[in-house]
């Protein structure tokens, strides 16, 4: 990128995380650094945000006002800003200075990073990941940009302009402005007008995707590749008008890159310089686009005053130079850290990166902690020494175990803060009777508990822990004493804490402090769960619903194929990237295929309950949506005794491969278990399948019965296919050509090079739903669902892919972008009874919030114009996870400075809930 930049002064390039920079700014020559600091001097190169790294933003997050999610703290949050600013501070001076917040991944935005940036200097914060309902209305009222109150406790100061970028995020940006007065430019797009995008994610749209596909010809000389110029340039055009409909301005930033883009920058900005003197030169767009940053364009003049300030020097170097070796220890300091600031990282620390990054996060963190450890027992001693007397200190909290009557064990404690704080510390022990001093020989308040047997510390496993209060002044230490208690005092006065199994009780509290916490045992299965939690500092009640469930991760047989989309691009395959994600029902994304057809296999999503399962299958393909290949999936097979379905996935509409990642969507029932529900309300639904034999012949219509008294008026009914045999190949097209309240009528035909059928065919369907009635079922996760009736028409002599839209047509917004679409189709004009039944296949894209597309294939010959009704079921991808039995062992403890309630599911696998029983703002909180 320096290149590209050094030969054209009009283009720009951003950089946000100086870890990477940083390490790439190490490697450089002198020459090429002063360079770079040049393009930094000129405005070319510019940082956006500045920090080590883009931290994640997760840590401030409440839970019901008690549970707080402890990823990174606020002073972490500081530190990693300090670290990386403080190295532009010294490679490039003040022109370096970040001028705006750039958060366009974290997973989610809090209120305090806005007073926070706003207090670091910041002039404008740039976000992407909101509430997708709230990014929706924002767009619609065209408030994607405002002011954010950052601090209730700031005023003024808390208060910071913020940019919401929709579905996109990249460093390069172009701006694009219009000259003067055109409606052209200005007006919004009517309703005709309006061509549906495809979603860009946080990269570029693809008419500007120069670093990848896309390419640029301008040159009318050159045969083999026609000029493209002119629809990038309108396609672009379009992009503008929309965006430019979100905000209250004239000025549309479009970024212009992805993830790993511009690795060959001469190939990317060289063509995007061709496409922007072509709409500069060209009067009729009326604009001018050019290369800009988000600091250009919200026009920053703010003084370079607020940088972070880092001490470059300790006054215990100069007392003792002789005794150590400054430069090391700056070093080793400096490299943990680095560690500490990488692992705040949106990808870092909330687990969301691959494993061999998480490898390398853990291990500089090691190598940190190891060069730092030795220091700090060096250089703490001189903190404490008394005279000529250096004690010795180390790291090692079993040495509580050699406490005698003639000795006592030294705990010293340091606060690395600039402000003082309380804590409860906490000492791993296999003695119990034991006191604690403060420095000044003065007994404390201590409580020692008892350590259940599933409730060990990992590193040092012991009998009880003892707690105390320390209040720690800030940029110090302090000293406290562990010693055995006499043994007189001992009799009399225990600090040990009492301990009570739940037996008789139906209902237990803990907690006399700022919180209460209220359990009561469930009558039918015995467990243990927490119902009521009182805060007295508001003096109210709260009543809660604690239940237990474990979520299977995706992977290995639970894969939903979504990696495919993330590692086929960035090479990850089974990298462990986004492990922490759980499985889901009823997707699963295919790569792409040099052949006609793929066969996979799939585990079972939900445990079948009846003793003799019958598995039924309901399937449907799903594309992306700028292609428009067209498949059919076919189920041929199944093994329960591995808990597994196969399927075919055919495409049909001449293509002998694909570039896209296809997904199947699928619901898998059990025909044995009448009572199941799955999304759909059992009164609501009925199911079924029926066997056709083999058959000679292409079609087949097969009579499908609903039982008696099952429906009051004509059902909604969805079908699928499923052969015998996965080796033959074959693909089936249904269409409905009749139904009434007691049944309906489906004609089967094979649509591939094969016309035979050679294996047994079985209808399965769901004609369950009443229609009219409002379905709304929970299944686990399954919470939004919706059901519909649409026309399509295929014109007569089709013989390619043609694209229909539908809408859900009702209010129903789905939380995932792409909810699971399954369909049939049935002719309804000519007359399929006595007449022709025309084949299609189908393929849904673009399933959104308000509706989907279908890809239509006409596998027949239509001699005539053909309308068919598509009967829909839209719902939410179920989360898969399994319910967990109530706890084998709860314990109650309780003393003067915390209390706990100890519950053991199995060996490595319980929960504590803590309460404090201090009354000081910083024990607020249920731990």
């Given at each position: 990128?320096?290149?590209?930049?050094?030969?054209?002064?009009?283009?720009?390039?951003?950089?946000?995380?100086?870890?990477?920079?940083?390490?790439?700014?190490?490697?450089?020559?002198?020459?090429?650094?002063?360079?770079?600091?040049?393009?930094?001097?000129?405005?070319?190169?510019?940082?956006?945000?500045?920090?080590?790294?883009?931290?994640?933003?997760?840590?401030?997050?409440?839970?019901?006002?008690?549970?707080?999610?402890?990823?990174?703290?606020?002073?972490?949050?500081?530190?990693?800003?300090?670290?990386?600013?403080?190295?532009?501070?010294?490679?490039?001076?003040?022109?370096?200075?970040?001028?705006?917040?750039?958060?366009?991944?974290?997973?989610?935005?809090?209120?305090?990073?806005?007073?926070?940036?706003?207090?670091?200097?910041?002039?404008?914060?740039?976000?992407?990941?909101?509430?997708?309902?709230?990014?929706?209305?924002?767009?619609?009222?065209?408030?994607?940009?405002?002011?954010?109150?950052?601090?209730?406790?700031?005023?003024?100061?808390?208060?910071?302009?913020?940019?919401?970028?929709?579905?996109?995020?990249?460093?390069?940006?172009?701006?694009?402005?219009?000259?003067?007065?055109?409606?052209?430019?200005?007006?919004?797009?009517?309703?005709?007008?309006?061509?549906?995008?495809?979603?860009?994610?946080?990269?570029?749209?693809?008419?500007?995707?120069?670093?990848?596909?896309?390419?640029?010809?301008?040159?009318?000389?050159?045969?083999?590749?026609?000029?493209?110029?002119?629809?990038?340039?309108?396609?672009?055009?379009?992009?503008?008008?929309?965006?430019?409909?979100?905000?209250?301005?004239?000025?549309?930033?479009?970024?212009?890159?992805?993830?790993?883009?511009?690795?060959?920058?001469?190939?990317?900005?060289?063509?995007?310089?061709?496409?922007?003197?072509?709409?500069?030169?060209?009067?009729?767009?009326?604009?001018?686009?050019?290369?800009?940053?988000?600091?250009?364009?919200?026009?920053?003049?703010?003084?370079?005053?607020?940088?972070?300030?880092?001490?470059?020097?300790?006054?215990?170097?100069?007392?003792?130079?002789?005794?150590?070796?400054?430069?090391?220890?700056?070093?080793?300091?400096?490299?943990?850290?680095?560690?500490?600031?990488?692992?705040?990282?949106?990808?870092?620390?909330?687990?969301?990166?691959?494993?061999?990054?998480?490898?390398?996060?853990?291990?500089?963190?090691?190598?940190?902690?190891?060069?730092?450890?030795?220091?700090?027992?060096?250089?703490?001693?001189?903190?404490?020494?008394?005279?000529?007397?250096?004690?010795?200190?180390?790291?090692?909290?079993?040495?509580?175990?050699?406490?005698?009557?003639?000795?006592?064990?030294?705990?010293?404690?340091?606060?690395?803060?600039?402000?003082?704080?309380?804590?409860?510390?906490?000492?791993?022990?296999?003695?119990?009777?034991?006191?604690?001093?403060?420095?000044?020989?003065?007994?404390?308040?201590?409580?020692?508990?008892?350590?259940?047997?599933?409730?060990?510390?990992?590193?040092?496993?012991?009998?009880?822990?003892?707690?105390?209060?320390?209040?720690?002044?800030?940029?110090?230490?302090?000293?406290?004493?562990?010693?055995?208690?006499?043994?007189?005092?001992?009799?009399?006065?225990?600090?040990?804490?009492?301990?009570?199994?739940?037996?008789?009780?139906?209902?237990?509290?803990?907690?006399?402090?700022?919180?209460?916490?209220?359990?009561?045992?469930?009558?039918?299965?015995?467990?243990?769960?927490?119902?009521?939690?009182?805060?007295?500092?508001?003096?109210?009640?709260?009543?809660?619903?604690?239940?237990?469930?474990?979520?299977?991760?995706?992977?290995?047989?639970?894969?939903?194929?979504?990696?495919?989309?993330?590692?086929?691009?960035?090479?990850?395959?089974?990298?462990?990237?986004?492990?922490?994600?759980?499985?889901?029902?009823?997707?699963?994304?295919?790569?792409?295929?040099?052949?006609?057809?793929?066969?996979?296999?799939?585990?079972?999503?939900?445990?079948?309950?009846?003793?003799?399962?019958?598995?039924?299958?309901?399937?449907?393909?799903?594309?992306?949506?700028?292609?428009?290949?067209?498949?059919?999936?076919?189920?041929?097979?199944?093994?329960?005794?591995?808990?597994?379905?196969?399927?075919?996935?055919?495409?049909?509409?001449?293509?002998?491969?694909?570039?896209?990642?296809?997904?199947?969507?699928?619901?898998?029932?059990?025909?044995?278990?009448?009572?199941?529900?799955?999304?759909?309300?059992?009164?609501?639904?009925?199911?079924?399948?029926?066997?056709?034999?083999?058959?000679?012949?292409?079609?087949?219509k097969v009579n499908i019965a609903f039982s008696k008294g099952a429906y009051l008026e004509t059902p909604a009914l969805v079908v699928s296919v499923r052969g015998s045999d996965c080796s033959s190949g074959a693909s089936y097209a249904a269409v409905i050509t009749s139904i009434d309240t007691n049944g309906a009528d489906v004609m089967i035909t094979r649509i591939d090079s094969n016309s035979n059928w050679d294996e047994d065919v079985f209808w399965i369907g769901l004609p369950g739903i009443r229609w009219k009635v409002p379905i709304m079922v929970y299944d686990h996760s399954c919470s939004l669902f919706s059901n519909g009736k649409a026309t399509l028409t295929v014109p007569a002599n089709t013989?390619?892919?043609?694209?229909?839209?539908?809408?859900?047509?009702?209010?129903?917004?789905?939380?995932?972008?792409?909810?699971?679409?399954?369909?049939?189709?049935?002719?309804?004009?000519?007359?399929?009874?006595?007449?022709?039944?025309?084949?299609?296949?189908?393929?849904?894209?673009?399933?959104?919030?308000?509706?989907?597309?279908?890809?239509?294939?006409?596998?027949?010959?239509?001699?005539?114009?053909?309308?068919?009704?598509?009967?829909?079921?839209?719902?939410?991808?179920?989360?898969?996870?399994?319910?967990?039995?109530?706890?084998?062992?709860?314990?109650?403890?309780?003393?003067?400075?915390?209390?706990?309630?100890?519950?053991?599911?199995?060996?490595?696998?319980?929960?504590?809930?803590?309460?404090?029983?201090?009354?000081?703002?910083?024990?607020?909180?249920?731990?």
């Amino acid at each position: 990128m320096i290149p590209v930049l050094l030969d054209n002064p009009e283009r720009k390039f951003s950089y946000v995380e100086q870890a990477y920079f940083s390490r790439w700014w190490n490697e450089q020559t002198a020459s090429t650094q002063e360079k770079v600091r040049q393009l930094v001097a000129n405005g070319q190169l510019q940082f956006n945000l500045g920090g080590w790294a883009m931290n994640d933003e997760v840590h401030f997050f409440f839970i019901i006002i008690i549970i707080i999610i402890a990823c990174p703290t606020l002073s972490e949050v500081v530190r990693q800003m300090t670290d990386g600013q403080q190295f532009i501070l010294r490679q490039f001076g003040d022109s370096g200075r970040p001028t705006v917040g750039w958060h366009i991944d974290p997973f989610g935005h809090s209120y305090v990073t806005g007073g926070l940036w706003s207090e670091v200097g910041f002039d404008a914060f740039a976000m992407w990941r909101i509430n997708y309902r709230q990014q929706e209305q924002r767009q619609q009222q065209q408030n994607l940009e405002f002011v954010w109150k950052g601090s209730s406790s700031l005023g003024d100061q808390g208060y910071i302009w913020v940019h919401l970028f929709v579905n996109l995020y990249i460093h390069i940006c172009i701006r694009i402005y219009k000259k003067k007065k055109n409606p052209f430019f200005l007006k919004k797009l009517k309703s005709s007008q309006k061509k549906k995008k495809e979603d860009s994610g946080y990269c570029a749209p693809n008419e500007i995707s120069f670093y990848w596909s896309t390419f640029i010809q301008t040159d009318p000389r050159l045969p083999s590749y026609p000029t493209n110029y002119i629809q990038l340039a309108e396609s672009l055009m379009e992009d503008a008008r929309t965006r430019r409909n979100w905000y209250r301005h004239e000025h549309v930033l479009m970024p212009f890159g992805c993830d790993f883009a511009h690795q060959n920058a001469y190939q990317s900005m060289t063509q995007m310089d061709k496409l922007m003197e072509y709409m500069n030169s060209n009067a009729t767009y009326n604009v001018t686009i050019t290369y800009s940053t988000f600091a250009d364009r919200e026009n920053v003049l703010r003084p370079a005053e607020q940088w972070f300030a880092f001490a470059q020097g300790l006054d215990l170097f100069r007392l003792y130079p002789d005794v150590f070796n400054q430069t090391l220890i700056l070093n080793n300091i400096t490299y943990l850290r680095n560690a500490l600031d990488c692992a705040q990282h949106h990808d870092g620390i909330s687990g969301t990166s691959t494993q061999s990054t998480t490898n390398d996060f853990m291990y500089m963190l090691q190598q940190g902690t190891d060069r730092v450890l030795p220091f700090t027992e060096q250089v703490a001693p001189y903190y404490l020494k008394k005279g000529s007397n250096i004690p010795t200190l180390v790291r090692n909290e079993s040495l509580i175990s050699s406490l005698s009557n003639d000795n006592v064990l030294v705990v010293v404690l340091y606060n690395s803060l600039a402000w003082a704080v309380t804590e409860m510390v906490e000492i791993g022990s296999n003695v119990s009777q034991v006191s604690v001093f403060d420095s000044g020989g003065n007994e404390i308040v201590s409580q020692v508990n008892q350590v259940t047997q599933y409730a060990q510390p990992f590193s040092t496993p012991c009998h009880y822990i003892i707690f105390f209060q320390a209040a720690l002044p800030p940029l110090s230490f302090s000293t406290f004493f562990v010693a055995l208690a006499d043994s007189d005092i001992a009799a009399s006065r225990s600090s040990l804490a009492k301990v009570h199994r739940v037996q008789s009780l139906s209902s237990y509290s803990i907690g006399d402090a700022y919180y209460s916490l209220n359990f009561s045992v469930d009558s039918q299965n015995h467990g243990v769960y927490l119902t009521g939690l009182y805060n007295r500092g508001l003096a109210k009640y709260f009543p809660l619903n604690n239940t237990w469930a474990q979520y299977i991760s995706t992977g290995g047989l639970y894969s939903d194929g979504l990696q495919v989309l993330f590692f086929s691009l960035f090479l990850l395959f089974d990298s462990g990237h986004y492990i922490f994600r759980p499985a889901q029902d009823n997707r699963y994304t295919l790569a792409s295929s040099t052949g006609l057809t793929v066969v996979n296999t799939l585990a079972f999503r939900q445990p079948f309950s009846s003793a003799q399962p019958a598995p039924g299958f309901i399937v449907a393909a799903h594309g992306d949506g700028q292609y428009n290949d067209t498949f059919v999936p076919t189920v041929c097979g199944y093994d329960l005794g591995v808990g597994n379905f196969t399927y075919r996935y055919h495409r049909v509409d001449g293509g002998s491969y694909w570039g896209q990642n296809p997904s199947i969507d699928f619901l898998v029932f059990d025909s044995s278990q009448k009572n199941e529900s799955f999304h759909f309300n059992a009164k609501q639904r009925t199911y079924g399948t029926v066997s056709v034999s083999a058959k000679q012949s292409q079609s087949q219509k097969v009579n499908i019965a609903f039982s008696k008294g099952a429906y009051l008026e004509t059902p909604a009914l969805v079908v699928s296919v499923r052969g015998s045999d996965c080796s033959s190949g074959a693909s089936y097209a249904a269409v409905i050509t009749s139904i009434d309240t007691n049944g309906a009528d489906v004609m089967i035909t094979r649509i591939d090079s094969n016309s035979n059928w050679d294996e047994d065919v079985f209808w399965i369907g769901l004609p369950g739903i009443r229609w009219k009635v409002p379905i709304m079922v929970y299944d686990h996760s399954c919470s939004l669902f919706s059901n519909g009736k649409a026309t399509l028409t295929v014109p007569a002599n089709t013989n390619s892919v043609i694209n229909i839209n539908f809408t859900f047509g009702n209010s129903s917004d789905f939380v995932v972008n792409e909810p699971v679409v399954l369909y049939s189709l049935q002719q309804m004009t000519p007359n399929p009874n006595g007449g022709t039944v025309y084949n299609v296949a189908t393929t849904s894209v673009y399933n959104g919030k308000k509706g989907f597309g279908l890809n239509v294939f006409p596998v027949s010959s239509f001699t005539t114009s053909v309308t068919y009704q598509v009967t829909f079921l839209a719902f939410e991808r179920n989360v898969l996870y399994r319910s967990i039995n109530p706890p084998v062992d709860v314990v109650f403890i309780e003393g003067p400075l915390v209390s706990e309630m100890q519950q053991v599911w199995q060996a490595n696998y319980s929960q504590t809930y803590r309460v404090f029983n201090v009354d000081s703002d910083d024990f607020k909180y249920v731990d």
